[in-house]
């Protein structure tokens, strides 16, 4: 059964330093890996998809990697912003499934002024 | 891509009562799914929503509790029946065109029930 663990639960860091926010799953049969922003009380912003057959995509200053083989995304965030605050989230969607996604617990960032 | 409005953005519900919660897709999809998300939880599914016939249940959801429909490729509605305050979560609807493209959200449903 897949499992999806993120690490660290929550960061908090002072504006403009670079940071990586970890997820790793357990099952390696997957069709994609997809991170997500979750801002407090609010829905799901989709940040960057990753196929199983690419190892990074990036937009603007967010960078994610995929290393199917052992099991582990990064997103790298850039020259972090206060309005990068909220908690990330990634999911995986196995190819065993109907399709779901399996979902880490997220990561609560706090980018400090 | 697929943009996805779901409503209402909120309420406020007395126990005992049922909420219709509305998504729609401003484009024909393949897949459409509902989640719960607890206070200081992720998300759970709760079912997926099949077009034209009676949705998928996760293990721990009903279709007495929770009933869907999906009439077309573009609509799904999820009503929380006999609410109570176990209820108050945020209920999220989820769309995507195949498996191997990407999954997009409406904005969510904050239910709280008093």
């Known amino acids: 059964k897949q499992e999806v663990t993120q690490i660290p639960a929550a960061l908090s860091v002072p504006e403009g330093e670079n940071l990586v926010l970890n997820c790793s799953f357990t099952d390696s049969a997957i069709y994609n890996l997809q991170w997500f922003r979750q801002d407090p009380g609010k829905g799901l912003t989709s940040l960057l998809l990753?196929?199983?057959s690419q190892r990074e995509q990036t937009s603007g200053r967010l960078n994610a990697s995929l290393d199917k083989s052992s099991g582990r995304s990064t997103l790298y965030i850039a020259a972090s912003q206060p309005g990068d605050s909220a908690t990330y989230l990634c999911a995986v969607r196995p190819r065993d499934s109907n399709y779901q996604l399996i979902w880490g617990a997220g990561t609560k960032l706090i980018i400090k002024p | 891509s697929a943009v996805i409005s779901q409503k209402p953005s909120r309420d406020i519900c007395q126990r005992g009562t049922s909420l219709t919660i509305q998504c729609q897709v401003d484009?024909?999809?393949?897949?459409m799914f509902w989640y719960r998300q607890q206070p200081g939880q992720s998300l759970t599914l709760i079912a997926t929503a099949n077009q034209g016939s009676e949705a998928t249940y996760e293990s721990g959801f009903v279709i007495d509790k929770f009933p869907i429909s999906r009439p077309n490729l573009t609509f799904s509605t999820l009503t929380v029946s006999n609410m109570s305050p176990e209820d108050s979560s945020i209920y999220l609807c989820s769309a995507g065109h195949q498996a191997n493209t990407e999954a997009f959200f409406g904005q969510g449903t904050r239910l709280t029930v008093v």
């Open positions: 990753i196929q199983s």
């Open positions: 484009s024909q999809v393949t897949m």
